[in-house]
């Protein structure tokens, strides 16, 4: 799709889905390259996080594949896949209970494999946990808040830590779905920069998005879909003037 | 001899029924599990004796336990359900708890833990029709619940707060939208199963000529496993398992031994929760329940 | 030197603590089980049959009987899972039931006539138990798999999507609280020398969630507030004695209207914080 020999991140062959007589997704294909940040736009209910479902194993396709690294996912039991390296955030923010941002991070930990490491106290069993933990926090600015419970932030804040549980165990793709949903311009601003640092870090990140001027600023690659369908897919100069795309955006429009 | 447990099983299954009903009503309208409502039953059946050692009529007797019970019920609404309704399901089943803790020690206080009797049966006399016999007692136990129950379903059909009911049974947040405030129809649901447990109340406490605080536990847990069965979300499911589970624990008793009758009536229960969890009566299967 | 009397009641806060924990445990997981008497007369019966029909000593039969116990809660554990909320409540209720009326029925073990024969232990004895259990519980609260299980409470599916396996989270759960569960049945026939399935009815599995509803239901330590309450403020109110269930009842309604985490909870319990980074 997008030219290369090199082996894909993230790729989806024909993927299909019928919940009873509706479809969907319908036939969709996409991949996202090694430290690639490729995003899916399209309308209100096009089945964007639809797509996500299924990447993370929540639904089973009636037909098709996702493959990470080459090898095969689909439908796996959704921690099998969060272990292979598929982490993802939410459109509405899921955080937990009440739970700080600290054990948000220390509880997204890589799994380990050795089972006394997880029933020992942690502070005594798992300085690497926090470590890593400690690490996450800094790289998302997140130091201040730290003992705070997760759920008593702003919204923005809620965002970020959200972003950091996902990245904690060290994904090889990151799926964000809304990632700036509500934010300002300079609250944005500040995620994609994230992001950036991310993707360079050697993350893939697969978005879904409605705030085009952030789209258009920071992903490599696009994929328009509409009615459970992809209509289009380049880069984004090339989707900004597509009259397929802007015939779907104004025939949504109300 | 067969026919005879049958006609046991039915009056068992009959008070079953009404109890179920009451669970239900409760429980598929406002997804809460009332646990008080066995010390409601228990309750009806200490009001309805009271009447009748005061020399009342059966059916005033009827009435006076539906309607303490009712009381009852509306006083654990206010306090038990109203502050909770937007907490998980748990915690009003909590409370309720607590009530009938409460109930159950006010009970054993006010009349001794020891069995009040009546002091003749009530209603003794037996009717033979062919190999059954059948005392007055079952008869009126039976044509009671059957009144109770179309009275109950002319409720629920066909007047519009019944309708509200179900509408709100339906969807919570649609009935609002459609202006049924759920308010006052909760304490309606709640005052209908305590009048349902109370008529139950009286009418077992009658056909036994005693009764105990004690009475509404285990007939409680049981009328539990028979909205399960019947289905949570549909109250008529009690109609068939109530009859059902009520001859079923009598030809086991009967057949097998008293005491594997629990193992046989709750394992029932569990294998409905696994396997159809919307109860035989209920339709496609819908979302299990909120989380603790 | 302790009175009889008192050294009884400390016995029962000890057994009543360790039930209360099997029903915490499981509910940090999001699942509220209704039912942990049964594992309780599981853990009875298999103890006392293993010393007084074979003459096993106590401290391993109490073993045996909560391995024992600990597959049988795990067994009902994955049945569980399809269950949810007041469901999966009703579900434990009904199985609870079944193993009194198993026990019942079990004329091998003197069915509806109790058991008896035990060897009479100590309140240290039982303390021991109950003081390593809640030692191990608390240990386990600071370790990872504890926030896997509070993760589960609060989001299953967020949770799973961060690499947990929910199944074993929730299974485990299950079958750790029944193991415990059984243990406070065994210390109970030990101490009272006679059981009998009445002991182990729904009264009893309510006793244990009242103390933990009431004691605490974020933190382990919430088990020992609610079983000391539950054995030892009776005996305060001696004068309310007949009324003493009624208060009960009222204190459950009145702690749920006002805390509903209970007594104890984790900011109450600040000393011991998680937060403290290396």
């Known amino acids: ?254 | 001899m067969l026919l005879q447990q049958l006609v046991n099983g039915l009056t068992l299954g009959a008070v079953y029924t009404l109890i179920a009903l009451s669970f239900s009503l409760v429980m598929g309208i406002l997804g809460v599990l009332n646990l008080a409502i066995a010390e409601l039953f228990m309750l009806g059946g200490y009001f309805g004796f009271a009447a009748i050692l005061a020399k009342l009529p059966l059916p005033v007797a009827l009435l006076a336990g539906m309607a303490g019970a009712a009381l009852v019920a509306a006083v654990i609404e206010k306090i038990g359900y109203q502050p909770f309704r937007d907490a998980p399901v748990v915690t009003p089943m909590l409370s309720t708890l607590g009530f009938s803790i409460i109930l159950q020690n006010v009970a054993t206080n006010l009349w001794g833990s020891d069995p009040l009797q009546l002091p003749d049966e009530v209603l003794a006399a037996r009717f033979t029709f062919g190999p059954v016999s059948v005392s007055a007692m079952q008869l009126v136990v039976l044509g009671a619940t059957v009144i109770l129950v179309a009275l109950l379903a002319f409720v629920v059909q066909r007047t519009s707060m019944g309708r509200a009911l179900r509408a709100i049974a339906e969807n919570r947040d649609v009935a609002r939208l459609l202006g049924v405030s759920a308010g006052p129809l909760t304490l309606v649901a709640f005052t209908l199963s305590g009048a349902l447990a109370g008529a139950a109340g009286v009418l077992v406490g009658l056909h036994y000529a005693a009764i105990t605080p004690y009475v509404g536990v285990e007939i409680g847990l049981k009328a539990i496993a028979v909205m399960v069965v019947g289905g949570t979300k549909r109250i008529w499911g009690a109609l068939i398992a109530g009859p059902l589970i009520g001859v079923a624990e009598v030809m086991t008793t009967a057949y097998g031994g008293s005491q594997i009758r629990d193992f046989v009536v709750y394992g029932l229960m569990i294998t409905i929760l696994l396997l159809r969890p919307q109860g035989l009566l209920g339709g496609a299967r819908t979302e299990q329940g909120p989380r603790v | 030197m302790m009175s009889t009397y008192y050294a009884g009641l400390l016995a029962d806060v000890g057994i009543l603590l360790l039930g209360a924990l099997s029903v915490y445990i499981i509910l940090a997981t999001g699942q509220l089980s209704l039912g942990n008497a049964g594992f309780m007369g599981i853990g009875a019966y298999l103890t006392s049959y293993l010393t007084v029909t074979t003459g096993i000593p106590l401290t391993l039969a109490l073993v045996i009987a909560a391995a024992a116990s600990g597959a049988t809660g795990v067994v009902v554990g994955f049945p569980a899972l399809r269950l949810k909320g007041i469901y999966l409540a009703m579900a434990t209720l009904g199985f609870g039931e079944m193993v009194r009326s198993f026990f019942l029925n079990f004329d091998a073990m003197g069915g509806a006539g109790g058991f008896h024969g035990m060897r009479h232990v100590s309140v240290a004895y039982i303390w021991t138990w109950a003081a390593a259990i809640l030692l191990l519980v608390a240990l386990l609260e600071r370790s990872q798999v504890w926030l896997e299980m509070r993760a589960v409470r609060d989001d299953e599916t967020a949770a799973g999507l961060v690499g947990l396996n929910t199944t074993t989270i929730k299974v485990g759960s299950f079958g750790f609280a029944a193991a415990v569960a059984a243990i406070a049945g065994g210390l109970f026939a030990h101490h009272h020398v006679y059981i009998e399935p009445g002991n182990f009815s729904f009264e009893r599995s309510i006793d244990f969630v009242l103390a933990v509803i009431l004691g605490g239901s974020t933190v382990g330590a919430g088990a020992l507030v609610g079983a000391l309450l539950l054995v030892m403020l009776p005996e305060y109110l001696r004068f309310l004695a007949e009324w003493r269930f009624a208060i009960f009842g009222a204190l459950l309604i009145a702690m749920l209207l006002v805390r509903r985490q209970g007594i104890l909870d984790r900011s109450l319990f600040g000393v011991f914080r998680f937060r403290r980074s290396a």
């Open chain 1, 1 to 254: 799709m997008s030219g290369n020999r090199e082996q894909p991140r993230l790729e989806l062959s024909d993927v299909t889905i019928r919940f009873g007589g509706i479809c969907a997704l319908n036939d969709i294909s996409l991949e996202v390259l090694p430290k690639q940040v490729v995003g899916i736009i399209g309308p209100n209910g096009a089945g964007k996080t639809t797509t996500f479902n299924v990447i993370t194993g929540a639904y089973r396709p009636s037909q098709g594949e996702v493959r990470l690294d080459g090898k095969a996912v689909t439908a796996k039991p959704s921690h099998l896949i969060a272990r292979a390296g598929i982490s993802r955030t939410f459109q509405n923010i899921r955080l937990f209970g009440e739970m700080t941002v600290w054990e948000h991070l220390l509880v997204a930990q890589p799994h380990n494999e050795f089972p006394l490491r997880r029933l020992l106290p942690t502070r005594w069993a798992n300085p690497q946990a926090l470590r890593r933990a400690q690490e996450v926090l800094e790289f998302l600015k997140l130091e201040d808040v730290k003992d705070r419970a997760a759920r008593s932030l702003p919204y923005g804040l809620q965002r970020r830590v959200e972003m950091a549980r996902a990245v904690t165990a060290r994904p090889k793709l990151l799926l964000l779905d809304e990632p700036v949903a509500g934010m300002n311009h300079d609250e944005a601003d500040e995620i994609r920069h994230l992001m950036l640092k991310l993707r360079d870090s050697g993350l893939s990140i697969l978005l879904i998005e409605h705030d085009m001027t952030f789209v258009m600023h920071l992903c490599d690659y696009l994929y328009v879909l509409d009615f459970g369908v992809m209509i289009a897919h380049g880069r984004p100069d090339e989707i900004r003037t597509n009259p397929t795309v802007l015939d779907a955006y104004l025939g949504h429009a109300t």
